[in-house]
């Protein structure tokens, strides 16, 4: 049982730091309810799942490198500032794949909607 103590805990750190991933866990939860809504196929459920957890750890782990960063100095310096902006920058690309899937699978649909 210990294994999962310390899952919850991080996911506790997680939401009080970091705003962004509640963000995305609202994100996630409008396209699950609009994939319910147009009731997409296995496949297309497939990739909104990866696309939906690739986004949900790359923040997972760009607040890692933050912790990690402000743990080893306090100071300004370059390459920890390169470190977080290219965390974030992971989440960003994380973000524009999940989009671009979710543009690809909903868009269909929407057009069939309105023709209707």
Known sequence: MKRFIYPLQ???TLL???????LHLLAALIVILAGLFFRLTTLEWL???I??????VAEVLNTSVEFVVDLVTED???LAKHAK??????VVLASFMSALIG?????PYI???LAA
């Open 47 to 49: 990739f909104i799942i």
């Open 85 to 90: 902006d290219t965390a974030a920058f992971a």
């Open 51 to 56: 696309a939906i957890f690739t986004v949900l």
């Open 16 to 22: 009080k730091k970091d705003r962004n991933f509640i």
């Open 10 to 12: 991080g996911l506790r």
């Open 111 to 113: 057009l069939m909607l």
């Open 76 to 78: 300004y310096h370059e």
């Open 103 to 107: 543009l690809i699978i909903f868009i």
